[in-house]
Structures are given as C-alpha cells and as structure tokens.
C-alpha cells in the first residue's frame, strides 16, 4: 500500500522556520522525483519545490527560492521542506507527491498534507 505521510506543520510567526518531512512508504522511492505542492483557500495547488531521483537537482517556486530548501534521504525514504524567512502568503496546505514519469506512463502519489500557518 502506497503511503506519504507528512509531519511537521503547524503555526509559525512571520520571519520564522518550520521543518516539513514527508514519510514515503509501499513503492521504490528512489525511483520518484519527489516534490512539496501547496494549496491556499481559493488558489490552485501549487509546486513549491522539486528533487529529482539522485537528490542531485532540485527546482523551486519563484516565490520560496533562497527561503525555502527541499533534501531526500532514500535510505530513509523521506524527503523535507526547510522553511525559513516565512511569510504569512506562505499560509497553506502542504502536500507531498511523488511522481515518476516513463515512455508508458506517468504516475503520481500524494499525501495528505499538512496545514502550516503563518501569523503573528
């Protein structure tokens, strides 16, 4: 059974941190580009930020680069979100996908988010 479990969110006051993990169970991590999207009431879901199989690359959302930074651990099978420099327009649900992509077909998983909360 395919699983992403997200942990770490919460409220946090503008200008502070927050750790997001994301427990993957139930398929070959390693295989997958793992990413953190993010939805806010009334917007569509956003990627916020990418990390290719090897942990070597990593893309991010215009609005979190040099804020925000995403690791993989494949002997974990986790993947975060550092958070930091937060804003209240960083207020959202944030979710955990994995995604991998072939000539045959491409496959998606994702979690079940976790709600982060930026307010003084």
């Known amino acids: 059974q395919v699983q992403l479990v997200e942990s770490g969110g919460g409220l946090v006051q503008p200008g502070g941190c927050l750790r997001l993990?994301?427990?993957?169970?139930?398929?070959?991590?390693?295989?997958?580009?793992m990413s953190w999207y993010r939805q806010a009431p009334g917007k569509e879901r956003e990627l916020v930020a990418r990390?290719?199989?090897?942990?070597?690359?990593?893309n991010y959302a215009d609005s979190v680069k040099g804020r925000f930074t995403i690791s993989r651990d494949s002997g974990k099978n986790t993947v975060d979100l550092q958070m930091g420099s937060m804003k209240p327009e960083d207020t959202a649900v944030y979710l955990c996908?994995?995604?991998?992509?072939?000539?045959?077909?491409?496959?998606?998983?994702w979690g079940q988010g976790t709600q982060v909360t930026v307010s003084s």
């Open positions: 993990s994301c427990t993957a169970s139930g398929f070959t991590f390693w295989l997958y580009d």
């Open positions: 990390i290719g199989t090897s942990g070597g690359s990593a």
């Open positions: 996908n994995a995604e991998r992509t072939t000539r045959a077909n491409s496959v998606n998983y």
